[in-house]
């Protein structure tokens, strides 16, 4: 889009939404924020709060970097977890996540032994980074630690679109392995859960486009733990009814989103 129109949309779609929000809505948060969830995710373009499915005004605290990375903001997020006392983190990675793409890149342009792994390194070895700047590299490349622990996996998976997602995957369980070491006494002390997840515009874990799965919880990764895990987070809810028809729908959800990509 042209640089004007970019900028005409900027002033009349704020307009916009200033016209069709009702005062008190700012008026109700004006001097104070509470937040109840942190959400770390990816600054991809295709990856916004609202596929949350909710109001973010004034809940959901979000920071974002390429490739999700506790460690290039760990003052924000502390200031969330620990200031404003949110009691859920969201580790949020993607899928064909452009992050997780260079710091692959690096790592098999590294070795000419792994080319041969994986499906998607065919597209990615041709890809050309050279004219990346060094700060940017400084910011993408520690993503390379978790890729590495990733990239053996992938003989068994063959398909380009999950190998991505997988590689995020293993992102995202690094940076909930970081978060847990920088937050783990607030987990500890049952004041902070710390959920991971990958989102899912591609169709790498089902058919259904834009859904976020439940990847890691507080470090539990085996498919079997995470569902029991996602199952007793549920059963603490006060005088749930376990017999509604809500309560299966959650159930039924539980069973197919808090899955993993398994090798
Ligand atoms: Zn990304």
């Given at each position: 889009?042209?640089?004007?129109?970019?900028?005409?949309?900027?002033?009349?779609?704020?307009?916009?939404?200033?016209?069709?929000?009702?005062?008190?809505?700012?008026?109700?948060?004006?001097?104070?924020?509470?937040?109840?969830?942190?959400?770390?995710?990816?600054?991809?373009?295709?990856?916004?709060?609202?596929?949350?499915?909710?109001?973010?005004?004034?809940?959901?605290?979000?920071?974002?970097?390429?490739?999700?990375?506790?460690?290039?903001?760990?003052?924000?997020?502390?200031?969330?977890?620990?200031?404003?006392?949110?009691?859920?983190?969201?580790?949020?990675?993607?899928?064909?996540?452009?992050?997780?793409?260079?710091?692959?890149?690096?790592?098999?342009?590294?070795?000419?032994?792994?080319?041969?792994?994986?499906?998607?390194?065919?597209?990615?070895?041709?890809?050309?980074?050279?004219?990346?700047?060094?700060?940017?590299?400084?910011?993408?490349?520690?993503?390379?630690?978790?890729?590495?622990?990733?990239?053996?996996?992938?003989?068994?998976?063959?398909?380009?679109?999950?190998?991505?997602?997988?590689?995020?995957?293993?992102?995202?369980?690094?940076?909930?392995?970081?978060?847990?070491?920088?937050?783990?006494?607030?987990?500890?002390?049952?004041?902070?859960?710390?959920?991971?997840?990958?989102?899912?515009?591609?169709?790498?874990?089902?058919?259904?486009?834009?859904?976020?799965?439940?990847t890691n919880i507080n470090g539990i990764v085996n498919p079997i733990d995470l569902q029991d895990k996602a199952r007793a987070i549920v059963k603490r809810i006060p005088n749930y009814d376990e017999t509604s028809e809500e309560f299966?729908?959650?159930?039924?959800?539980?069973?197919?989103?808090?899955?993993?990509?398994?090798?």
């Open positions: 889009m042209e640089i004007g129109n970019i900028f005409r949309h900027l002033l009349i779609h704020n307009e916009a939404f200033v016209k069709s929000t009702e005062e008190t809505k700012f008026l109700a948060y004006a001097s104070h924020q509470s937040p109840y969830i942190t959400l770390l995710t990816c600054a991809d373009s295709r990856v916004h709060g609202h596929i949350l499915g909710m109001d973010l005004f004034n809940k959901v605290f979000i920071v974002r970097n390429a490739g999700n990375q506790v460690a290039i903001n760990r003052g924000s997020i502390e200031f969330a977890l620990y200031v404003l006392n949110t009691p859920v983190m969201l580790v949020l990675g993607h899928t064909d996540c452009g992050a997780v793409k260079f710091a692959t890149h690096a790592c098999i342009t590294k070795s000419k032994e792994i080319i041969n792994l994986a499906k998607s390194f065919d597209k990615l070895i041709e890809t050309d980074f050279s004219s990346v700047s060094r700060e940017i590299k400084a910011e993408m490349l520690p993503l390379a630690i978790p890729i590495e622990r990733g990239i053996p996996d992938l003989r068994k998976i063959q398909n380009e679109m999950k190998e991505l997602a997988f590689l995020s995957q293993i992102n995202v369980d690094y940076q909930i392995e970081k978060a847990l070491k920088y937050f783990g006494d607030r987990v500890r002390e049952g004041k902070l859960i710390i959920i991971g997840g990958i989102y899912d515009f591609v169709g790498a874990y089902s058919k259904q486009l834009g859904r976020i799965l439940i299966k729908v959650v159930s039924k959800l539980i069973d197919e989103k808090v899955t993993r990509i398994m090798v």
